[in-house]
């Protein structure tokens, strides 16, 4: 793959692609989300990588979709477009995802950015859902995840009104885990990132899939998901290790099984 919109790169344990887009504020075009699933997946089956950051640059995180991509578009190419499905493959990555946002994270942004399973800002950071300018409504997730996490209330205003949310804002609504200056913030997403990719991977795996259960499933159907997944982690050999390790006083040394 020789990507034309993102930049890739592995640091250490850490997959880190980075939008390249900046004189369109890293409007995310067909191409650009093709290019993103395929990095995703690759990292995703990569045994050498253990966490993702996803970035743009300082100014913009990303603008949201392309608008020039789809403005003359049919409800029928919008529902037919297999690129549009290319946004779906976030969801079945099954490595921890940070977004490292800075200035403008809107619309599919911001979405994107939500679909990740923790955000690092900067204090440039500005989030909001303005598609109703544009005369639709969010179509990845603006109306969903965003009302569970912020609520009824300022949802509706964001949604409908183009409310937008300031780094630290979306710090206190538990939208975003912290908020750094500008100069710092993507380091710092890069250390919780190399942080994540030294946990004991199996485990990191199930305890993604069972934090995002929570967002779909029934308190009783979640739970019965945990507890599963919990007596599963007794068949790894990375159990046995991190219970033993702590016995007898020293750091365990996962193995991945
Ligand atoms: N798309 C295309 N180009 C964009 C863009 C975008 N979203 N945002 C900015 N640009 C381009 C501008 O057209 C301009 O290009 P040139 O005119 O220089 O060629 C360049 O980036 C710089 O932008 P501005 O000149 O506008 O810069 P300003 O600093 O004045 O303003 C701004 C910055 C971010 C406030 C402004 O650009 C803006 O309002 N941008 C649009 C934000 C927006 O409306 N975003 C929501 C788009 S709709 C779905 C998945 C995803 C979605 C829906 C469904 N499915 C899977 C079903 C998502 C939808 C959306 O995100």
């Not at 911001?110 to 179509?139: H, K, R, Y």
């Not at 569970?148 to 804002?169: T, W």
Request: charged share 25%.
């Amino acid at each position: 793959m020789n990507p034309q919109y993102i930049l890739v790169e592995k640091i250490e344990r850490v997959g880190l692609i980075r939008f390249n887009r900046p004189k369109a504020l890293n409007a995310l075009s067909p191409e650009l989300m093709d290019e993103l699933g395929q990095a995703l997946e690759a990292f995703d089956a990569d045994p050498d990588i253990g966490a993702i950051v996803l970035t743009g640059n300082e100014r913009a995180f990303a603008a949201g979709a392309d608008i020039k991509a789809m403005a003359t578009a049919s409800a029928a190419e919008m529902l037919l477009n297999d690129l549009i499905a290319r946004w779906e493959t976030i969801h079945h990555i099954k490595k921890p995802i940070i977004a490292a946002v800075s200035g403008y994270a809107l619309g599919g942004g911001f979405e994107l950015a939500m679909a990740c399973d923790m955000i690092v800002a900067s204090e440039s950071a500005q989030f909001g859902q303005p598609e109703i300018n544009l005369g639709v409504i969010p179509g990845f997730g603006g109306t969903q995840r965003l009302t569970r996490a912020v609520g009824k209330a300022l949802a509706m205003e964001m949604v409908l009104l183009d409310r937008r949310l300031s780094a630290q804002e979306a710090l206190q609504y538990g939208l975003v885990n912290h908020v750094y200056p500008v100069e710092i913030y993507l380091e710092e997403a890069l250390k919780l990132a190399q942080k994540l990719a030294g946990q004991a991977p199996v485990a990191v795996r199930l305890g993604k899939e069972a934090v995002n259960k929570a967002f779909e499933l029934s308190l009783h159907e979640g739970l019965a998901f945990e507890r599963r997944a919990f007596q599963i982690l007794f068949a790894t050999e990375d159990q046995k290790e991190g219970m033993a390790a702590f016995i007898e006083k020293r750091r365990p040394q996962w193995k991945g099984r």
